[in-house]
């Protein structure tokens, strides 16, 4: 059974070490990072990661255009290498490695296209969190939710899909290059009507570093979900 692991990555010096060892210690699948040019020491573990084991490798994109173009590279290059599923996930450590097996099992016996993971089944999926990033979270949720008519946390990052049924066209679809890229193709999975499933999860916050995302990419995300909403 053929599984790619994709991971986009920016300046994660402390973060990915410690993901990829989790990850390949209760697993054998095969991973593969995206980076966007980090400055901060993480290429040079990745390095070390390659030499160390077989099933891991990392791409460097020196002209980065954003975590949703990284993302769209992994499931283009999963596609390529004809692996069966491909599984996304962050790389700043707040997703629980151990969920990979569940979906993939998930997937083989209920033959879904997409497994997405959600904050929302669970009252304490978020309790890690500090207050502010909880409410900014739950109010992007609630926005996705009214325009566009869906009933999945689609901005969400930890997600598996089978590639044997989905059509890679459809990932093209998307125009955004950034955090709502994630929004926008499972948007669009949905109105193809594949077959599509929110699991549980807890998300931890992160140990070490800060997020990636600004101002910027919240009032990008927001015109974007009022354009696909006027435009569909």
């Not at 160390?52 to 992994?74: E, P, Y």
Request: glycine share 4%; aromatic share 12%.
């Amino acid at each position: 059974m053929k599984v790619l692991i994709i991971i986009p990555t920016l300046n994660e010096v402390n973060n990915i070490p410690k993901l990829i060892n989790k990850i390949l210690s209760i697993s054998n699948y095969n991973i593969l990072v995206i980076d966007d040019n980090s400055q901060d020491g993480t290429l040079e573990i990745l390095k070390k990661l390659k030499r160390k084991f077989k099933r891991f490798n990392f791409i460097l994109r020196k002209n980065s255009t954003g975590i949703g173009s990284a993302h769209l590279f992994g499931i283009t290059y999963a596609y390529k290498k004809k692996f069966k599923f491909c599984i996304s996930l962050d790389a700043d450590g707040t997703h629980n490695p151990h969920e990979i097996k569940k979906m993939i099992n998930l997937m083989k016996t209920d033959n879904y296209d997409i497994i997405n993971t959600s904050r929302f089944l669970k009252s304490n999926s978020l309790s890690d969190w500090p207050l502010l990033r909880v409410i900014i979270t739950k109010f992007r949720y609630n926005l996705v939710k009214f325009f566009l008519k869906t009933k999945f946390d689609s901005s969400s990052g930890y997600r598996c899909y089978n590639l044997s049924y989905i059509d890679p066209k459809i990932f093209l679809k998307a125009k955004n290059e950034n955090y709502f890229f994630l929004i926008e193709t499972l948007y669009y999975l949905e109105r193809e009507h594949y077959r599509i499933i929110d699991i549980p999860i807890k998300l931890k916050y992160r140990d070490s570093g800060e997020s990636k995302m600004r101002i910027f990419h919240i009032m990008e995300s927001f015109l974007s979900l009022i354009s696909l909403s006027m435009r569909n």
